[in-house]
């Protein structure tokens, strides 16, 4: 079974607004290891469309630094997951119907594994208990407004710390899985 991993960044207040976070080449280059880590990635409607918009080609559009990251995503195999879009596109596949029994499907099929992000499909994913793991990018500022993640989760989700990595700019890279 294919695991399903999830990554955010998100500040010390629990802030993951993308517009309150600076990548930077190091940033991108871990996003392209997590990537480089499964055979597909799974979006939501509009994650999807933010990251179709900000790295879909013409080529030689994107800063120096986040040139790498965008052939990483520009190639990768989509599934996108919804019920008001009528098509996709850039390497995608719509998911209709039921979100649990398709997500589940695509678990069982062999491979590396899947890998999400953004706010609103993974809590839903969180809900169903089919995210095997969390990694929380923690960048060292306080926002005070914006998103956060998780907001309105109905149970308690015990994880239990798997990795740690420093990054050069003070953000942690921590990621966790639920405990059994």
Excluded at 25 to 38: D, M
Excluded at 67 to 91: C, H, Q
Aim: net charge negative; glycine share 10%; with cysteine.
């Amino acid at each position: 079974m294919r695991p399903l991993r999830y990554s955010i960044n998100i500040t010390l207040d629990g802030c993951c607004d993308h517009r309150a976070v600076s990548g930077g080449e190091e940033l991108h280059r871990h996003a392209i290891r997590n990537i480089e880590q499964a055979d597909a990635l799974l979006f939501g409607r509009v994650i999807y469309g933010m990251m179709e918009d900000a790295f879909r080609p013409p080529a030689g559009t994107q800063p120096d630094e986040m040139e790498p990251f965008a052939r990483t995503i520009d190639a990768a195999r989509k599934y996108v997951v919804s019920s008001t879009l009528e098509s996709v596109g850039w390497n995608a596949e719509l998911v209709r119907g039921d979100m649990a029994t398709a997500v589940r499907r695509l678990k069982q099929e062999p491979g590396k594994g899947l890998f999400t992000g953004g706010v609103k499909l993974p809590l839903a994913l969180a809900e169903l208990g089919l995210i095997d793991e969390y990694e929380f990018i923690v960048h060292p500022w306080l926002i005070g407004h914006g998103p956060s993640v998780f907001a309105g989760l109905s149970k308690h989700i015990e994880l239990k710390l798997v990795d740690r990595h420093e990054l050069g700019s003070g953000a942690v890279a921590l990621r966790y899985q639920p405990k059994a």
